[in-house]
């Protein structure tokens, strides 16, 4: 059964920084493209950053030189460090891993930021 578990989330002022994880297990996880997406209230999903199997990122310009998305293959798990936080950063998080046909979510954590 796989499973994406994402951690790390919670209330944060604007400027803050907080770190999101994601642990997968059920899935041969070094070569899935993992991701990171977002959902706030009354908005649709966006792609916020992806990591290629090969390391390689690459980021929603809204969040470029914020943001940086990493990878630990030993521990399969991905990373969102997010800094410099705003208000408007504010969502639902989601853990994304794509190897097509096959594509899985994580339940999503709340990042509140806010003074």
């Known amino acids: 059964q796989v499973q994406l578990v994402e951690s790390g989330g919670g209330l944060v002022q604007p400027g803050g920084s907080l770190r999101l994880s994601c642990v997968a297990s059920g899935i041969r996880f070094s070569i899935y493209t993992m991701a990171w997406y977002r959902q706030a209230p009354g908005k649709q999903r966006e792609l916020v950053a992806r990591i290629t199997s090969g390391g390689r990122p690459n980021y929603v310009d809204s969040v470029k030189g914020r943001f940086t998305i990493s990878r630990d293959n030993g521990k399969n798990t991905v990373y969102l460090q997010m800094n410099s936080l705003k208000a408007e950063d504010t969502a639902v998080y989601y853990c994304?891993?794509?190897?097509?046909?096959?594509?899985?979510w994580g339940q999503g954590t709340q990042v509140t930021v806010s003074s």
């Open positions: 994304n891993a794509n190897w097509d046909p096959f594509n899985y």
